[in-house]
């Protein structure tokens, strides 16, 4: 069974960037769409955004979208997510999950990582 582990978190300033690395273990992440999805104390968890199997294809909240990047490397079964320009709102906890639908929802995600903390200072 495939098995994500996220890295790359930490604490930066506002402005700063991050680029945070989902790796997968276990197994490949063949045919699966990657998503990346964020938790805040006291918040539910909120969509970041998917990138589809060829990696063209890719959907972005609009609390991120410009600043944010998602790519993928098959052939190393890794996610990437750059973050730039980040803010204070974006402090939460990172997830990368597998699916095999494209979908914003979290339900439709059957694999998780553990979560990468990223904290952004103002």
Avoid at 6 to 31: I, K
Avoid at 70 to 87: C, F, G, H, P
Wanted: glycine share 12%; with cysteine.
């Amino acid at each position: 069974q495939v098995q994500l582990v996220e890295s790359g978190g930490g604490l930066v300033q506002a402005g700063g960037s991050l680029r945070l690395s989902c790796a997968a273990s276990g197994g490949t992440l063949n045919r699966r769409v990657m998503g990346w999805f964020r938790q805040a104390p006291g918040k539910e968890r909120e969509f970041v955004c998917r990138i589809g199997w060829s990696g063209t294809s890719t959907i972005y909240a609009d609390s991120v979208k410009g600043r944010f990047t998602v790519s993928r490397d098959n052939a190393r079964n890794t996610v990437y997510l750059q973050m730039n320009n980040l803010k204070p709102e974006d402090t939460a906890n990172y997830y990368c999950a597998a699916s095999f639908v494209e979908s914003q929802h979290a339900q439709f995600y059957g694999t998780w990582g553990q979560g990468t903390q990223v904290t952004v200072s103002s």
